[in-house]
């Protein structure tokens, strides 16, 4: 089976496909338009090819480093060819962002029965950490775990209450400390009661900070340490939230968030406003932590499982109509 047949039987097996496709339509579009004005591509023409290209990827989030990267894998895969076809490149686009994109199992989340789980989420204001929280408590839930949504931002008005409504909704346990309480405190005390519980996971629902604000950063890090005294294995998975519109801005903060927390996983929400999911790639590429999730809108149900398969063909589209 080739690359792409492959790729298309994932496609046909995924229920979140036209979520996907509606999701990544904008660069589509881009890519479509770069592609539409070649019928073959002539060895002179490469060169101008080469750099709408480069431009395409940038345009798309996709960052300068990773660009260069599948700017140059892909030329070597042309140049290879006598006579280059615009089906030839879609089918080495393909290629490229496959190889680029490596480890492409997505693993379901670490869960150890007989255990206290925990996530961790973190990521800057806004990014959909809460929200989040609770579309994984809504999946955990279905497939047989209990769950504490546990409110360790303590930082923002609002912020428990909006969790606490959230774990009424998804009818999951819910946890929160003392108003204005230290959020690892809260942690410490969450463990305890989800222990005495027997909860297979709870589910740490941090507040947003910006990645350059070091003692927010430093908050972080105390919590990561204090939850491992009562919970040694913890966190079994640490995910940064990513807002997909945030652009460039958000391999930052990956890079950044993953030098505090080690990252297990990031999670890109919002994708199915304008984002331009060229991130997707940036990030993996950059700090090799895959993406685990895609958000897809504001629902309990919008999370779906990242699929690498998905997320090309919704990039690229199809190829066999130019064979
Ligand atoms: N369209 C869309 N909206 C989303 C998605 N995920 C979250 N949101 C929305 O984004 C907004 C912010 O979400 P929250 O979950 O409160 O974000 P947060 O990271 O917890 O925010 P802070 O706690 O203030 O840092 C809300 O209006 C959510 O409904 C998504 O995948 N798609
Ligand atoms: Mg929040």
Not at 108 to 117: F, P, S
């Amino acid at each position: 089976m080739g690359l792409f047949d492959y790729i298309k039987k994932a496609l046909n097996q995924n229920k979140d496909k036209n979520k996907y496709l509606s999701g990544f339509k904008s660069t589509n579009n881009k890519i479509e338009a770069t592609l539409n004005k070649i019928d073959v591509l002539s060895k002179e023409k490469q060169e101008s090819f080469m750099e709408e290209l480069m431009i395409t990827l940038l345009e798309a989030d996709v960052g300068y480093e990773t660009s260069k990267i599948a700017c140059d894998l892909f030329y070597g895969k042309i140049q290879e060819l006598n006579f280059v076809t615009k089906r030839d490149i879609k089918y080495k686009l393909y290629e490229t962002f496959y190889e680029i994109y490596k480890d492409r199992e997505v693993d379901d989340l670490k869960i150890t029965k007989g255990e206290v789980n925990v996530i961790l989420m973190s990521g800057v204001n806004g990014a959909g950490k809460t929200t989040t929280s609770a579309k994984i408590a809504h999946q955990l839930k279905n497939q047989g775990y209990t769950i504490c949504l546990v409110a360790a931002d303590t930082f923002r008005a609002g912020a428990v209450k909006q969790l606490e409504e959230w774990s009424k909704i998804v009818g999951v346990d819910f946890f929160k400390g003392k108003d204005g309480e230290d959020p690892s405190s809260v942690l410490i005390s969450a463990a305890r009661y989800c222990k005495e519980k027997n909860i297979d996971v709870m589910i740490c629902d941090t507040a947003g900070r910006l990645q350059n604000k070091v003692n927010l950063m430093n908050e972080l890090d105390k919590m990561i340490r204090v939850i491992k005294k009562e919970i040694p294995n913890a966190p079994s998975e640490s995910l940064l939230v990513i807002d997909a519109n945030t652009g460039q801005n958000g391999i930052n903060q990956a890079k950044l968030f993953n030098e505090i927390t080690n990252l297990t996983g990031v999670i890109l929400t919002k994708m199915d406003g304008t984002s331009k999911g060229g991130i997707i790639l940036g990030i993996k590429n950059t700090i090799n932590v895959p993406v685990r999730f895609i958000g897809l809108g504001e629902k309990i149900d919008d999370l779906s499982k990242f699929s690498i398969e998905m997320y090309l063909y919704s990039l690229i589209g199809e190829v066999s109509e130019y064979q």
